[in-house]
């Protein structure tokens, strides 16, 4: 049971991102029969998955006591990231597109926990864009998106193979294979934001700062990150 979408009211958006980079027949999404708080991707790990982004996603999907847990929020939500006196900085999820935190490290005795905030709506539909080839402006779709995220960021870190001098090079270099596979440009480097609109002021309003992770239960264990530490109970964590 390694990936896992936060059951918010967004998860429909989450799943539509997922499939636009997968569009195998066998992938599911169903709800969590341990946990009705989260809905389970599943999808069979086959040689028959000739697609790459099918087959990398059938690995992570696979993999045992690993959980990725996907929440998909609104540009206007923010999130608490690396960054600032403190160590951490709350940013809105609009200025940055997606993000992923590696909750539990390896050999912690601890299930490797992963969680990844994603923008589903987009910057307010606005999109978000990229450095490409000859100093070009390029689109970053939805799903490109997602799979930079999951596929690019999250799957490195449960392989334990992710490159901690540069992760986002490493992220752009996959997100660049599904560019080449869609006929879509390259990207070039780290490069890049939200697309500025009309929306204005509807960037300077803040939710509630996501400051935690939660992850379903796993093991007879319910986990949650908050406060720089790890918390697990045997009965559900409150909203």
Not at 103 to 130: M, R
Not at 151 to 176: F, K, M, V, W, Y
Not at 206 to 226: D, H, I, K, S, T
């Amino acid at each position: 049971m390694p990936i896992v979408i936060w059951k918010n009211g967004r998860e429909g958006e989450v799943e539509r991102l997922v499939r636009g980079f997968c569009s195998a027949p066998d992938l599911d999404v169903t709800p969590y029969a341990c946990d009705s708080a989260f809905l389970e991707l599943r999808l069979p790990c086959r040689d028959a998955h000739q697609d790459r982004p099918c087959r990398l996603l059938a690995e992570l999907a696979g993999m045992a006591d690993q959980v990725v847990s996907v929440l998909g929020l609104g540009s206007e939500d923010s999130v608490v990231v690396p960054g600032g006196l403190s160590g951490t900085t709350a940013v809105r999820l609009g200025e940055i597109g997606g993000f992923v935190r590696q909750v539990t490290s390896a050999g912690s005795g601890l299930p490797l926990l992963v969680g990844v905030a994603i923008d589903v709506t987009l910057n307010h539909g606005a999109g978000y864009w990229a450095r490409g080839e000859e100093h070009a402006s390029i689109a970053i779709p939805g799903h490109v998106l997602m799979y930079h995220e999951l596929i690019g960021h999250a799957l490195p870190i449960c392989r334990g193979t992710l490159r901690t001098s540069d992760p986002e090079a490493q992220a752009i270099e996959e997100e660049n294979l599904l560019r080449r596979a869609l006929g879509l440009p390259q990207r070039t480097g780290h490069e890049g934001g939200r697309i500025i609109d009309s929306h204005g002021g509807g960037f300077c309003r803040r939710r509630g700062v996501l400051a935690e992770f939660r992850f379903p239960r796993f093991n007879g264990w319910y986990y949650r990150c908050a406060d720089g530490r790890i918390h697990r109970s045997r009965t559900p964590v409150p909203s």
